[in-house]
């Protein structure tokens, strides 16, 4: 602008001197234009600064006054995002894509004893010294590879010779342009709950170690019961076909009688110990309901007989023949309560009876009703009946045999069945027990438990039997029996004695005891498999023993015996067994 | 092509130049005229009609033409350019915009267009306070393509923020469009857009908005905010609208400017000039400093760097640029007659239209928009 303005002066000091007015007149005009439009624009850009100072401020002022706020708002934030930190009781942490330190809270500061200047920057083995957990290492950087989270990483870490169990969450972080920057890991302690936990786990793997032992010692008591069971109960039945005198018949039978009652004892505490132990399972097999009743009227009447007492057995036509269930706990369900029945009436009857109370498809629910004529049950009682050990008092003492264990056996196995049971009763008149239960109605008339069959006595032609027995008397009770039945005995001690009779003649069947000294039962059928494995040679065994817990049933089949039967039996059970294992009827 | 141009400051002027050029045995087929809202518009309409001449009209915030005779901006007066094509394959067209939003207006356009020529080139204007700019870009490209070559601006009147207009001959519309189509297997039509405006402030969220109209920005009325931002008085507006828009966040896109139109001081809502969409993120702006003046003739000399070869140029300005730089407008436009010395007419505008970088087109505010036409 100066220099266009000396232009100008030195152009108006060549006016007066110039030659050509006009032409010098025509310049100066001209460059007084260009100052003139330089004036203008200077003015412009003046006016122009001061309306746009008022605005411009205004924005910038407000602008200022917007910033303070999102500062404001973003230092509340921080303050709201810190106090976060520092209180939550976890250790949070937030690492780069290299895994190093990037931020930690108060926790994690008291849990590594470093500050977070000392933490930052650095990775974890430099903080726990000796970390060498690869598999926690491995999810971090899945987390930074893949971007998803992992949870509940449980892991042991030590610091300053402390072990603390800690749970941890690890999430990805993303920036703006959504690419992974780093990780967040958020940790609890745990060790108060690890520690309960393995308490917990030595305390269940006691109770178990606790019930094992119980079923164990059950198992071992029922085994030494029932040998020298076995033994009373089996000379007994000898003695009973010798020459005796009317009294030491009497004195027999007295005897006979408190044998049966323990052996009932027996049965009901180990029944009732396998529904506790949850080691009871139903069978689930067609069967024939009236042949139930049969076996039952065979045994309870003879029972009612001896009291005087009138028994009736009343069966709705309706009731489907074939059913599927469990034969022989329905049995052990009506035995029970007809023998209670008679144990309480003195005169009078026992009436079983059963109906169809309702049927749809191929289900029919079946009501059982045990009506007697006995003492009855206080309604104070009532209540409790089904509960372990309930006995009702009875003011007049009398002798009342049985374990309390009956009716509780009773209302468990029918819980288990899906049924009910119950008891209506009038003090002095008698009682009503029923249960109910429902069965699957067979289409099959097969019977899979087979109970049925015509009986005969004798064998057409001597068949040779190998009996293996350590005890004595046993040996005497079995072999006595296996006479009466027609067989030939022959007896060895032990299994290293039957596997050597074994090998010397061709027996048609083995009667194998289980516990034996040198060798066992259960070696000796083994053995005896072994050797006949590539001959077409096989003979019949069957396992006689006291082991009548769970599971050994099937131990023994499963060793290649053919057959089964827990001490103590009786003669008929024996033959039973030995029929069905022969295969034949003798 | 053959051209002739001249500019005139009344109604008479206009007449009486026009009829030397004609008596000089020069028939025009095409008049580029963009003339102040304060010349009788109709008039030069209905005279053109009766000299058979097609007419491309709209009302302006001032004019310019360069040519040999004179390098003129002008306030409330009239320039024209008068164009006689070689190839019979152009057409110009009024379109009507009462009674149909500017999408429709813009529908019509694009399937006009694109049943006329295979491949056309749309010079366009459009009434600058009735017109969604950016509704009726989109309403072209829906029906003639998101790439068509297409350039143009909103008409004005002087800032005063009444009345615009574009005419044909022998039609005035105030709610309209005209457009100039180009076969582009005969014509070269190519151009640039540039602005400037700088954004300022800390960001703020449109929280109510329909179309054009903004409601609210964070919450309270937009029309309270924008004029307690800016410190400015109620009779500021609109006029002052135009110079402060606001520039909208297109994340991974170019941000565009939006100018204040128009305000409902009832509803307290602001009127732009395209559409300010409800959830965008906004910042307010201000014009560049006189420094932008250089910004843009180095862009025009890029561009001609690249186009040397052209019949004549049409330049949209916004408005809001004249207010902006004052006299430092013309060494932008000084630029453009200096690289290409041929015939150049164009105006101040309340919005422009353009191709971008990559070739999309768009509506704009602030911006200097240049086109360059050529008959191959």
Same mark, same amino acid.
């Given at each position: 602008?100066?220099?266009?303005?000396?232009?100008?002066?030195?152009?108006?000091?060549?006016?007066?001197?110039?030659?050509?007015?006009?032409?010098?007149?025509?310049?100066?005009?001209?460059?007084? &234009?260009?100052?003139?439009?330089?004036?203008?624009?200077?003015?412009?850009?003046?006016?122009?600064?001061?309306?746009?100072?008022?605005?411009?401020?205004?924005?910038?002022?407000?602008?200022?006054?917007?910033?303070?706020?999102?500062?404001?708002?973003?230092?509340?934030?921080?303050?709201?995002?810190?106090?976060?930190?520092?209180?939550?009781?976890?250790?949070?942490?937030?690492?780069?894509?290299?895994?190093?330190?990037?931020?930690?809270?108060?926790?994690?500061?008291?849990?590594?004893?470093?500050?977070?200047?000392?933490?930052?920057?650095?990775?974890?083995? +430099?903080?726990?010294?000796?970390?060498?957990?690869?598999?926690?290492?491995?999810?971090?950087?899945?987390?930074?590879?893949?971007?998803?989270?992992?949870?509940?990483?449980?892991?042991?870490? #030590?610091?300053?010779?402390?072990?603390?169990?800690?749970?941890?969450?690890?999430?990805?972080?993303?920036?703006?342009?959504?690419?992974?920057?780093?990780?967040?890991? &958020?940790?609890?302690?745990?060790?108060?709950?690890?520690?309960?936990?393995?308490?917990?786990?030595?305390?269940?793997?006691?109770?178990?170690?606790?019930?094992?032992?119980? $079923?164990?010692?059950?198992?071992?008591?029922?085994?030494?019961?029932?040998?020298?069971?076995?033994?009373?109960?089996?000379?007994?039945?000898?003695?009973?076909?010798?020459?005796?005198?009317?009294?030491?018949?009497?004195?027999?039978?007295?005897?006979?009688?408190?044998?049966?009652?323990?052996?009932?004892?027996?049965?009901?505490?180990?029944?009732?110990?396998?529904?506790?132990?949850?080691?009871?399972?139903?069978?689930?097999?067609?069967?024939?309901?009236?042949?139930?009743?049969? +076996?039952?009227?065979?045994?309870?009447?003879?029972?009612?007989?001896?009291?005087?007492?009138?028994?009736?057995?009343?069966?709705?036509?309706? /009731?489907?023949?074939?059913?599927?269930?469990?034969?022989?706990?329905?049995?052990?369900?009506?035995?029970?309560?007809?023998?209670?029945?008679?144990?309480?009436?003195?005169?009078?009857?026992?009436?079983?009876?059963?109906?169809?109370?309702?049927?749809?498809?191929?289900?029919?629910?079946?009501?059982?009703?045990?009506?007697?004529?006995?003492?009855?049950?206080?309604?104070?009682?009532?209540?409790?009946?089904?509960?372990?050990?309930?006995?009702?008092?009875?003011?007049?003492?009398?002798?009342?045999?049985?374990?309390?264990?009956?009716?509780?056996?009773?209302?468990?196995?029918?819980?288990?069945?899906?049924?009910?049971?119950?008891? #209506?009763?009038?003090?002095?008149?008698?009682?009503?027990?029923?249960?109910?239960?429902?069965?699957?109605?067979?289409?099959?008339?097969?019977?899979?438990?087979?109970?049925?069959?015509?009986?005969?006595?004798?064998?057409?032609?001597?068949?040779?039997?190998?009996?293996?027995?350590?005890?004595?008397?046993?040996?005497?009770?079995?072999?006595?029996?296996?006479?009466?039945?027609?067989?030939?005995?022959?007896?060895?001690? $032990?299994?290293? =004695?039957?596997?050597?009779?074994?090998?010397?003649?061709?027996?048609?069947?083995?009667?194998?005891?289980?516990?034996?000294?040198?060798?066992?039962?259960?070696?000796?059928?083994?053995?005896?498999?072994?050797? =006949?494995? $590539?001959?077409?040679?096989?003979?019949?065994?069957?396992?006689?023993?006291?082991?009548?817990?769970?599971?050994?049933?099937?131990?023994?089949?499963?060793? @290649?015996?053919?057959?089964?039967?827990?001490?103590?039996?009786?003669?008929?059970?024996?033959?039973?067994?030995?029929?069905?294992?022969?295969?034949?009827?003798? | 092509?053959?051209?002739?141009?001249?500019?005139?400051?009344?109604?008479?002027?206009?007449?009486?130049?026009?009829?030397?050029?004609?008596?000089?045995?020069?028939?025009?087929?095409?008049? /580029?005229?963009?003339?102040?809202?304060?010349?009788?518009?109709?008039?030069?309409?209905?005279?053109?009609?009766?000299?058979?001449?097609?007419?491309?009209?709209?009302?302006?915030?001032?004019?310019?033409?360069? +040519?040999?005779?004179?390098?003129?901006?002008?306030?409330?007066?009239?320039?024209?350019?008068?164009?006689?094509?070689?190839?019979?394959?152009?057409?110009?067209?009024?379109?009507?915009?009462?009674?149909?939003?500017?999408?429709?207006?813009?529908?019509?356009?694009?399937?006009?267009?694109?049943?006329?020529? !295979?491949?056309?080139?749309?010079?366009?204007?459009?009434?600058?306070?009735?017109? +969604?700019?950016?509704?009726?870009?989109?309403?072209?490209?829906?029906?003639?393509?998101?790439?068509?070559?297409?350039?143009?601006?909103?008409?004005?009147?002087?800032?005063?923020?009444?009345?615009?207009?574009?005419?044909?001959? @022998?039609?005035?519309?105030?709610?309209?469009?005209?457009?100039?189509?180009?076969?582009?297997?005969?014509?070269?039509?190519?151009?640039?857009?540039?602005?400037?405006?700088?954004?300022? @402030?800390?960001?703020?969220?449109?929280?109510?908005?329909?179309?054009?109209?903004?409601?609210?920005?964070?919450?309270?009325?937009?029309?309270?905010?924008?004029?307690?931002?800016?410190?400015?008085?109620?009779?500021?507006?609109?006029?002052?609208?135009?110079?402060?828009?606001?520039?909208?966040?297109?994340?991974?896109?170019?941000?565009?400017?939006?100018?204040?139109?128009?305000?409902?001081?009832?509803?307290?809502?602001?009127?732009?000039?395209?559409?300010?969409?409800?959830?965008?993120?906004?910042?307010?702006?201000?014009?560049?400093?006189?420094? !932008?003046?250089?910004?843009?003739?180095?862009?025009?000399?890029?561009?001609?760097?690249?186009?040397?070869?052209?019949?004549?140029?049409?330049?949209?300005?916004?408005?809001?640029?004249?207010?902006?730089?004052?006299?430092?407008?013309?060494?932008?436009?000084?630029?453009?007659?200096?690289?290409?010395?041929?015939?150049?007419?164009?105006?101040?505008?309340?919005?422009?239209?353009?191709?971008?970088?990559?070739?999309?087109?768009?509506?704009?505010?602030?911006?200097?928009?240049?086109?360059?036409?050529?008959?191959?």
């Amino acid at each position: 602008m100066q220099s266009r303005i000396e232009q100008l002066i030195v152009k108006l000091n060549e006016l007066t001197s110039c030659n050509d007015f006009s032409e010098c007149k025509q310049q100066f005009l001209h460059e007084l &234009i260009k100052v003139k439009a330089e004036v203008e624009k200077i003015q412009f850009k003046y006016e122009r600064a001061n309306k746009e100072k008022n605005i411009l401020s205004s924005l910038l002022t407000r602008t200022s006054i917007d910033l303070k706020k999102v500062t404001e708002k973003l230092e509340i934030r921080a303050e709201e995002l810190s106090t976060l930190l520092s209180t939550i009781p976890a250790y949070v942490y937030f690492k780069d894509v290299n895994l190093r330190y990037m931020l930690v809270n108060q926790f994690f500061e008291n849990l590594v004893g470093l500050k977070s200047n000392e933490i930052i920057g650095k990775q974890v083995s +430099d903080i726990f010294n000796g970390y060498s957990n690869d598999v926690y290492l491995e999810k971090e950087r899945f987390v930074i590879k893949s971007g998803d989270a992992v949870y509940n990483i449980e892991e042991e870490i #030590e610091r300053k010779k402390s072990k603390r169990w800690v749970s941890t969450n690890i999430a990805p972080i993303f920036n703006a342009e959504n690419q992974i920057v780093g990780l967040i890991g &958020i940790s609890w302690d745990i060790t108060e709950r690890k520690h309960n936990e393995e308490e917990l786990r030595k305390a269940k793997e006691q109770a178990e170690a606790g019930t094992f032992a119980k $079923n164990e010692f059950i198992a071992s008591v029922s085994h030494e019961f029932r040998t020298p069971m076995n033994g009373i109960l089996g000379l007994s039945d000898i003695m009973q076909n010798t020459p005796l005198t009317p009294e030491q018949s009497d004195l027999l039978k007295g005897i006979t009688v408190s044998a049966e009652n323990l052996l009932v004892l027996l049965n009901d505490v180990l029944d009732f110990s396998a529904i506790e132990a949850g080691k009871m399972e139903l069978e689930f097999i067609t069967f024939n309901i009236k042949k139930v009743f049969d +076996d039952i009227n065979l045994v309870t009447k003879l029972k009612a007989n001896e009291k005087s007492l009138e028994f009736l057995i009343q069966v709705d036509e309706n /009731i489907p023949e074939f059913l599927i269930g469990d034969p022989v706990r329905l049995r052990q369900i009506i035995l029970n309560l007809t023998n209670n029945a008679i144990k309480f009436t003195e005169k009078g009857r026992v009436v079983l009876a059963v109906r169809c109370i309702k049927s749809e498809k191929n289900k029919a629910f079946l009501r059982f009703e045990v009506a007697d004529t006995g003492i009855g049950i206080p309604p104070k009682a009532i209540s409790s009946l089904f509960q372990v050990f309930s006995r009702v008092k009875q003011e007049k003492s009398k002798l009342i045999t049985g374990t309390g264990l009956g009716l509780s056996i009773c209302k468990k196995l029918t819980d288990m069945m899906d049924g009910t049971i119950g008891v #209506e009763s009038v003090q002095g008149k008698g009682s009503l027990f029923w249960f109910e239960l429902p069965f699957l109605v067979s289409d099959s008339h097969e019977i899979e438990c087979k109970i049925t069959g015509e009986e005969s006595e004798g064998v057409s032609y001597t068949k040779l039997v190998l009996l293996a027995e350590d005890n004595p008397i046993n040996q005497k009770i079995a072999k006595y029996n296996l006479q009466k039945m027609g067989f030939e005995i022959e007896v060895v001690s $032990n299994g290293e =004695e039957a596997i050597q009779s074994y090998c010397k003649r061709n027996y048609d069947l083995i009667i194998m005891d289980i516990q034996m000294p040198v060798m066992n039962g259960y070696q000796a059928a083994k053995t005896i498999r072994e050797v =006949e494995r $590539n001959s077409a040679r096989h003979t019949p065994i069957i396992a006689l023993t006291a082991n009548a817990m769970k599971g050994d049933k099937e131990l023994y089949l499963e060793a @290649g015996m053919d057959g089964y039967l827990s001490k103590p039996f009786t003669f008929d059970s024996l033959k039973s067994v030995i029929k069905s294992v022969l295969n034949e009827d003798f | 092509m053959e051209l002739k141009s001249f500019s005139a400051e009344t109604t008479n002027q206009f007449k009486d130049k026009f009829q030397q050029i004609e008596n000089q045995g020069f028939i025009a087929s095409t008049a /580029i005229i963009f003339a102040s809202v304060n010349v009788e518009l109709d008039e030069i309409s209905k005279f053109l009609k009766a000299h058979s001449v097609q007419v491309f009209g709209s009302s302006s915030c001032g004019e310019f033409l360069y +040519d040999e005779q004179s390098q003129i901006l002008s306030e409330e007066a009239i320039v024209c350019l008068l164009v006689k094509y070689t190839s019979p394959n152009f057409r110009l067209k009024s379109f009507e915009g009462e009674q149909k939003t500017s999408f429709l207006l813009g529908a019509e356009i694009g399937s006009w267009a694109k049943s006329t020529f !295979v491949d056309p080139a749309i010079i366009i204007v459009a009434s600058g306070l009735e017109t +969604d700019g950016e509704q009726l870009v989109k309403g072209i490209q829906s029906l003639a393509g998101e790439n068509i070559t297409m350039f143009g601006g909103l008409a004005g009147d002087d800032a005063k923020f009444r009345d615009t207009f574009v005419f044909s001959e @022998g039609r005035l519309l105030k709610n309209g469009a005209l457009v100039m189509l180009l076969d582009k297997n005969d014509f070269d039509v190519k151009g640039i857009a540039t602005s400037g405006w700088v954004g300022i @402030g800390a960001d703020k969220i449109i929280t109510h908005s329909e179309g054009n109209v903004v409601y609210t920005i964070d919450d309270h009325p937009a029309l309270d905010v924008y004029k307690e931002y800016l410190n400015v008085d109620d009779k500021d507006l609109p006029g002052i609208g135009v110079e402060y828009p606001l520039l909208i966040k297109k994340p991974g896109k170019e941000d565009v400017l939006r100018a204040v139109l128009n305000v409902d001081r009832e509803k307290k809502s602001l009127i732009f000039a395209g559409t300010v969409p409800q959830g965008a993120t906004v910042t307010f702006s201000s014009s560049p400093g006189f420094e !932008v003046v250089e910004f843009t003739r180095d862009k025009v000399t890029a561009f001609y760097e690249k186009n040397k070869h052209a019949d004549y140029l049409i330049l949209f300005s916004c408005m809001a640029r004249h207010n902006a730089l004052g006299p430092m407008i013309s060494e932008e436009i000084d630029q453009v007659w200096e690289n290409w010395n041929i015939p150049l007419i164009g105006f101040f505008t309340y919005g422009e239209i353009g191709n971008n970088y990559n070739s999309m087109c768009d509506f704009y505010n602030e911006t200097f928009t240049l086109v360059s036409i050529k008959e191959k």
